[in-house]
């Protein structure tokens, strides 16, 4: 067999360096400057007029209601202007379908912002599975039924989905790329504005740091190149909008983000840190490898606060948003409480 030489080993650059040091200090928030900058040179997606126009249509339908935005999955970043290849990540969108069910059953009307053909609320119990849709059929005197050893569960389900439909509790708007996720994301946040307290933002998306700027974007199919050349990209930074949101976008919405790490030990610091910046209410820690297991909630001036499955939980296959949201709820209670004494 052919012995294939050893890779050479080669000095790390800086900038090499400074993408995996996690000691390294993140990107500062965004400036209104920065602001401007993206949302100028970053054109807003075709359809978001429309999609805007059944945004308020919904928040109209609901002005008593507390309504939450859910945003989930992942963003892609397109490597050409007419998408062939693209950077994505790894969100299937479960913990952001779970939870907006949790927060239907809590009363709330769901606005679910959700990277297109990932995990919805509801369906999700049955797609993306290992196994196909069909395989929960069978024949029955020459029609398709659901089998009898899902019937009870689906039935539930569907009953869910249903009441959520007719009561008009339910809105989904895809996205694919950051660019697309960013402008809706914004377009959403000064239409819920109106909405005051009552509006929580529950950001569960997975976002990109980097991509690719309109003017540095090759138009077409990069093409592979003669002598085996290497592909090199070059990404900026993603400005995080956070602290935009949370003071201008939606200044009297309660807001909580997400942190995922893979390394436990700078999980809560991180967490703290996006809090300390940003100043918002609460950022929901998060590692990849135990994300299904365990949260753990990190609130200003408070001890930060695990939340884990035991053992029997384990065994009987609940999911920690069933425990989580209702904390949520009532952290949004106290929210709109406090908000109507000040
Ligand atoms: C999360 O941490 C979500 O819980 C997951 C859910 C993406 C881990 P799945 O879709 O995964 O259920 O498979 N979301 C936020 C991730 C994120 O990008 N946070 C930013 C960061 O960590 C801050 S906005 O820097």
Same mark, same amino acid.
């Given at each position: 067999m052919?012995?294939? *030489? !050893?890779?050479?080993?080669?000095?790390?650059?800086?900038?090499?360096?400074?993408?995996?040091?996690?000691?390294v200090?993140?990107?500062? %928030?965004?400036?209104?400057?920065?602001?401007?900058?993206?949302?100028?040179?970053?054109? /807003?997606?075709?359809?978001?007029?429309?999609m805007?126009?059944?945004?308020?249509? &919904?928040?109209?339908?609901h002005?008593?209601?507390?309504? +939450?935005?859910?945003?989930?999955?992942?963003?892609t970043? /397109?490597?050409?202007?007419?998408?062939?290849?693209f950077?994505?990540? @790894?969100?299937?969108g479960?913990?952001g379908?779970t939870?907006?069910?949790? @927060?239907?059953?809590?009363?709330?009307?769901?606005?679910?912002?959700?990277?297109q053909?990932?995990?919805?609320?509801?369906?999700?119990?049955?797609?993306?599975?290992?196994?196909? @849709?069909?395989?929960f059929?069978?024949?029955?005197?020459?029609?398709?039924?659901?089998?009898?050893?899902y019937?009870?569960?689906?039935?539930? +389900?569907?009953?869910?989905?249903k009441?959520?439909?007719? $009561?008009?509790?339910?809105l989904?708007? !895809?996205?694919?790329?950051?660019?697309?996720?960013?402008?809706?994301?914004?377009?959403?946040?000064?239409?819920?504005? *109106?909405?005051g !307290?009552?509006?929580?933002?529950?950001? $569960?998306? $997975?976002?990109?740091?980097? @991509?690719?700027? !309109?003017?540095?974007?090759?138009?077409?199919?990069?093409?592979?190149?003669a002598?085996?050349?290497?592909?090199?990209m070059?990404?900026?930074?993603?400005?995080?909008f956070?602290?935009?949101?949370?003071?201008?976008?939606?200044p009297?919405?309660?807001?909580?983000? &997400?942190?995922?790490?893979?390394?436990r030990? =700078?999980?809560? &610091?991180?967490?703290?840190?996006?809090?300390?910046?940003?100043?918002?209410?609460?950022?929901?820690?998060?590692?990849?490898?135990?994300?299904?297991?365990?949260?753990?909630?990190?609130?200003?001036?408070?001890?930060?606060?695990?939340?884990?499955?035991?053992?029997?939980?384990?065994i009987?296959?609940?999911? =920690?948003e069933s425990? &989580?949201? %209702?904390q949520i709820?009532?952290?949004?209670?106290?929210?709109?409480?406090?908000?109507?004494?000040?």
């Open positions: 052919a012995q294939h *030489p !050893p890779a050479p080993t080669r000095r790390l650059s800086t900038n090499e360096r400074e993408t995996i040091d996690r000691t200090e993140p990107l500062p %928030p965004a400036l209104e400057l920065d602001e401007h900058n993206y949302f100028d040179n970053n054109d /807003p997606p075709d359809y978001l007029e429309s805007m126009s059944d945004v308020n249509d &919904f928040i109209e339908k002005p008593q209601d507390r309504i +939450v935005l859910v945003t989930s999955g992942g963003t970043v /397109p490597l050409e202007n007419q998408t062939v290849r950077i994505d990540n @790894f969100s299937a479960t913990r379908a939870s907006a069910e949790y @927060f239907l059953e809590l009363g709330y009307a769901v606005i679910f912002l959700h990277r053909f990932s995990l919805l609320p509801y369906s999700r119990h049955y797609s993306h599975s290992t196994h196909c @849709f069909l395989d059929m069978e024949e029955k005197d020459g029609k398709v039924v659901v089998g009898s050893k019937q009870s569960e689906m039935l539930s +389900v569907l009953r869910k989905y009441d959520a439909k007719e $009561a008009g509790l339910l989904l708007l !895809p996205f694919t790329t950051i660019n697309q996720y960013l402008h809706t994301l914004r377009s959403l946040s000064l239409a819920l504005q *109106p909405v !307290p009552r509006a929580l933002f529950y950001l $569960a998306a $997975a976002v990109s740091d980097f @991509f690719i700027p !309109p003017s540095r974007i090759p138009e077409h199919k990069i093409q592979s190149m002598g085996g050349k290497k592909l090199i070059d990404l900026d930074p993603v400005p995080k956070l602290n935009r949101l949370v003071d201008k976008w939606a009297s919405a309660m807001i909580i983000s &997400f942190k995922l790490e893979t390394d030990s =700078i999980l809560i &610091f991180k967490a703290r840190q996006a809090l300390d910046r940003y100043s918002h209410q609460l950022v929901i820690g998060n590692l990849l490898q135990t994300r299904k297991q365990e949260v753990v909630f990190v609130l200003p001036n408070q001890a930060e606060n695990w939340i884990k499955l035991n053992d029997q939980q384990t009987d296959d609940i999911e =920690i425990i &989580f949201i %209702p709820v009532n952290l949004h209670s106290e929210w709109i409480d406090n908000s109507a004494s000040t």
